[in-house]
């Protein structure tokens, strides 16, 4: 109960800051909202709160966002080759991978970070499995173990030093 209530107050906060300046209607909405997000996602981050004291967590996590921002620039580049290539290259298929992240905020950022790089997209989740299923745009191999090395590894290293 007592992460649901840091989470909420995270949230509120982070509502005011981002509807600046803070007026009023600002902040008789926020309440509402900030409920609403914790009641929906406390279970997420309610699980090993004490995980969010350490300090390399937030270092790891400082060096997976322009690692995600670059992935994604370089996926959109090649997506828009393939969209103006007259001869359209695609090769779309699902592939199955495996993952060997285990918590289910981990699991969810791999997911949709898998998701908002272009070209490939999340379908289905195993969690218990470790299993993911991805539409790909350009199927590169159905074999799980060269589609995981292609697709995930690249986030799921660094995922698991942020969340496991």
């Known amino acids: ?10 949230g509120y906060l982070i509502w005011l800051l981002l509807g600046w300046p803070v007026d009023l209607q600002h902040v008789l909405i926020g309440l509402p909202v900030a409920g609403f997000v914790t009641f929906v996602t406390g279970d997420l981050f309610s ?4 995980r969010l004291r350490q300090i390399t967590r937030y270092v790891w996590f400082c060096y997976y966002v322009p690692m995600f921002l670059w992935e994604c620039l370089k996926a ?7 969209v103006l290539n007259p ?8 592939v ?3 993952t060997t992240l285990k918590s289910d905020t981990a699991l969810t950022f791999l997911a949709n970070s898998i998701t908002l790089t272009p070209g ?3 379908v289905d989740i195993d969690p218990k499995e470790g299993i993911l299923y991805i539409h ?3 199927v590169q191999s ?3 173990e060269k589609a995981t090395q292609l697709i995930v590894k690249k986030f799921e290293n660094i995922l698991r030093k942020i969340f496991d």
């Open 120 to 122: 490939t997209f999340c």
């Open 87 to 94: 001869s359209l290259p695609i090769n779309p298929g699902i």
């Open 47 to 50: 699980q090993r709160i004490h």
């Open 136 to 138: 790909w745009i350009y």
């Open 1 to 10: 109960m007592k992460s649901r209530m840091v989470l909420f107050i995270i």
């Open 96 to 98: 199955r991978v495996k």
């Open 76 to 82: 959109n580049i090649d997506v828009a080759l393939r």
């Open 142 to 144: 159905q074999d799980t």
